[in-house]
């Protein structure tokens, strides 16, 4: 008879550098009253090496600073890279929490594979996370809708400039405190219909978490704004006909019977937030039907009732009402327009399980410090 082994876990050992030059506390509270997004950074980051040779090491905790790359290396040249975006949370106890990081490390696999990159073990995504939110976790605000945001990515940083997967790569995590979303209350956007441009196509990178996806949405964003709208709507690139998902952000339609319709998935990105939100409604008893779902379905079921509420969620806004869709040739909805009740209610829902104000029946909420 034979017997099988199960493999031992990965696990890396973390090195930790101190930062001589963390900024002092009355600095970094200053910075913490009124973060915005992405403007200021903790005293750290994590840096952790692979190479086809030793696959992943060198695991180590380091001060916050700019990184060393050769002018021919693979990510320049070729956009070989891929990033994640959770948050960390405190609780009114004073400890830190992320939400579901253990999905946040799946989706960065399966965008590895998408790009021909490394698999980082889910062991080693979520050991970076707690190395680096333990040694700045006074980093993490403290007041309503605040939070740390963490930034995991992965750059093919071998210089060859041939064009084939990388044989050296490197994984970061670099950390920023987030304020509110919604500094004055909850308010539905306005989003525009991009009808030139595509972010995505099939057999394509979009449901890939990687730069390009990104980079593709910024010429209609800046339409968008143009147009007075705070977001962009991307179709499907093949018939222009069916909804994919906003810039950054998937979307539902609420219908008056219960129905809840969500883009398949395929050429959008699966969210870790709308993957959430279908549980949480399902368990309400509401039927959530992910398909394909038309603009022309969209301004017919709210020009006769049936379509009551519209919202986008992702990790920055967590859930976000949608008023307002503006078109060339018309409009659906009204950029006045009063957040649905299953909207408000599911974001109080989704928020109060993040910040501990609620029970956390599914384990989604793993302690960082």
């Not at 400039?161 to 539905?188: E, N, Q």
């Not at 956007?189 to 390009?212: N, P």
Request: hydrophobic fraction near 40%; charge should be negative; charged fraction near 25%.
């Amino acid at each position: 008879m034979t017997t099988t082994t199960a493999a031992a876990p990965f696990a890396l050992e973390f090195d930790t550098t101190p930062s001589p030059a963390r900024r002092a506390d009355a600095e970094r509270e200053a910075m913490l009253a009124d973060p915005g997004f992405g403007r200021y950074f903790t005293d750290h980051m994590v840096s952790i090496a692979w190479s086809e040779a030793e696959g992943w090491h060198d695991a180590v905790v380091q001060p916050y600073g700019p990184l060393i790359l050769d002018p021919a290396a693979a990510v320049l040249h070729y956009a070989q890279e891929i990033f994640e975006g959770l948050k960390a949370y405190r609780w009114a106890d004073g400890s830190v929490w992320a939400f579901r990081p253990g999905a946040n490390a799946e989706r960065m696999q399966r965008s590895a594979r998408r790009l021909a990159l490394p698999e980082l073990p889910e062991s080693a995504f979520v050991a970076a996370i707690e190395h680096l939110v333990r040694i700045d976790k006074d980093w993490v605000p403290g007041a309503p809708e605040t939070s740390l945001y963490l930034r995991p990515f992965m750059i093919a940083s071998e210089a060859f400039l041939g064009v084939r997967p990388a044989h050296g790569v490197d994984f970061h995590v670099i950390a920023s405190p987030a304020g509110a979303y919604f500094s004055g209350g909850i308010a539905p956007v306005s989003i525009w219909l991009s009808e030139d441009y595509s972010r995505a196509g099939r057999g394509g990178m979009g449901a890939a978490k990687t730069g390009g996806n990104y980079a593709a949405s910024l010429l209609p964003q800046a339409e968008a704004y143009e147009q007075g709208c705070q977001q962009v709507l991307f179709l499907d690139s093949e018939e222009r006909t069916y909804v994919e998902e906003l810039g950054g952000m998937n979307v539902f339609f609420v219908y008056r019977d219960g129905r809840i319709v969500t883009p398949a998935l395929g050429t959008i990105l699966e969210g870790i937030t709308r993957s959430s939100v279908i549980r949480l409604a399902e368990e309400r008893g509401h039927v959530v039907e992910e398909r394909r779902f038309t603009v022309d379905e969209w301004r017919a079921g709210v020009e006769s009732g049936e379509i009551v509420e519209a919202f986008a969620c992702g990790t920055a806004a967590v859930i976000t009402p949608i008023g307002r869709l503006k078109t060339k040739d018309f409009e659906i909805g009204a950029p006045d327009a009063e957040p649905g009740a299953l909207t408000l209610s599911l974001r109080d829902e989704l928020t109060g399980i993040q910040y501990g104000r609620r029970p956390d029946h599914h384990g989604w909420m793993h302690k960082l410090a």
